[in-house]
């Protein structure tokens, strides 16, 4: 069993930068994927970004350039860096882990955060 608690989230605007921490419970952090997705009202959760065990990385096309998953297996946490957010990006960001490796599908993790709010304003 994992518990993820999430961090971080709040309003900003346009330009601006946010960063979001994931800390999770249980044993066993580094063996798992951890993957960030968000979700705006009305719309289907979306793969944001995953890091892999071994810090291999992945973004989705929208936020390449602009987001960066980090990882520290020694403080069982993930962060997503958000730089230059744009209004669009406003969502519930969440956190999950996969055992193995990440992917950009929701229903292959296994475990999730309770989510936190990213508003940007124009």
């Known amino acids: 069993q994992v518990r993820l608690v999430e961090s971080g989230g709040g309003s900003v605007q346009a330009g601006g930068s946010l960063r979001l921490s994931c800390t999770a419970s249980g044993r066993t952090f580094d063996s798992y994927g951890m993957g960030w997705f968000r979700q705006a009202p009305g719309k289907e959760r979306d793969f944001v970004a995953g890091?892999?065990?071994?810090?291999?990385?992945g973004y989705a096309d929208f936020v390449k350039g602009r987001f960066t998953i980090s990882r520290d297996n020694a403080k069982d946490t993930v962060v997503l860096q958000m730089n230059s957010l744009k209004p669009e990006d406003t969502a519930v960001y969440y956190c999950a882990a996969v055992w193995g490796t990440y992917g950009t599908r929701a229903s292959s993790y296994d475990y999730w955060g309770q989510g936190t709010q990213v508003t940007v304003s124009s």
């Open positions: 890091i892999g065990r071994s810090g291999g990385v």
